[in-house]
């Protein structure tokens, strides 16, 4: 038990910035180096850390209220420099910014919680529910992800403090990702599957996770939700005034 203890080495700030990291590479692909595929197939593994880290921020955070309303403010700050990049325009009605997904998210799981706090019962009802009512306001609304990024959220949340819960989320994330999601299919040998399988492979550092914050201020806080919309604008830019020449 204890060996396994020594394994889990890698922080919340630690995973988040690792999830940054492979998110930059993706939208770089998308916006100045199209041609790299390996960029947007590591990007594959972002998603599933950030969804991952919300279900764990929503179940410690002190003030859901909170949390929820900071997740809007910076879905709203972000939607104009999204827009720019996946339409070169101002206005991209059929596809918001992956923060409206998990602001969506934050609001199943509010519905979840508070069955929990009701009785069992009443929890274990609601389940389906929120999966059924995230999935269809995803898919309506034209987040990122779709109702498909509510899902996975919702499987991290659910499985938190269950025993074998990485059976579950390997299986979950399968379903997901290969079954629902799939996109573009990658060959490797005489192996081909779903690009957006390779998400699973988010697993590996989710379950290093050792469930420590890590170095932790308002500042890093803010940096971290500032880097979204400044890293995607500044792609833009280099895009559109600098490439285009």
Request: hydrophobic share 55%; aromatic share 14%.
């Amino acid at each position: 038990m204890n060996e396994l203890k020594n394994i889990k080495c890698i922080n919340a700030l630690s995973l988040k910035l690792l999830a940054m990291a492979l998110m930059l590479c993706d939208h770089m692909w998308g916006t100045i180096v199209p041609g790299n595929q390996w960029l947007t197939n590591i990007g594959r593994l972002a998603f599933p850390i950030f969804a991952f880290q919300l279900a764990e921020g929503f179940s410690l955070t002190r003030s859901k209220g909170a949390y929820l309303k900071r997740m809007l403010l910076w879905a709203l700050v972000t939607e104009i420099p999204f827009n720019l990049m996946v339409g070169s325009s101002w206005l991209a009605p059929f596809h918001q910014n992956v923060l409206f997904t998990f602001c969506e998210a934050l609001l199943m799981m509010w519905l979840l919680d508070w069955a929990r706090r009701k009785n069992i019962w009443l929890f274990i009802g609601m389940i389906p529910v929120a999966g059924i009512l995230g999935y269809l306001l995803g898919t309506v609304t034209f987040v990122d992800y779709y109702g498909c990024g509510i899902l996975m959220v919702l499987l991290f949340y659910l499985t938190r403090e269950i025993k074998y819960s990485w059976i579950v989320q390997l299986a979950g994330m399968y379903y997901i990702n290969c079954q629902m999601l799939m996109g573009l299919e990658l060959t490797v040998g005489p192996f081909t599957f779903p690009q957006q399988g390779l998400a699973v492979l988010a697993l590996v550092p989710i379950w290093l996770y050792n469930g420590k914050q890590g170095p932790s201020s308002p500042a890093i806080r803010r940096a971290c939700y500032a880097f979204y919309p400044v890293h995607i604008l500044a792609l833009v830019l280099i895009r559109d005034l600098v490439l285009s020449r």
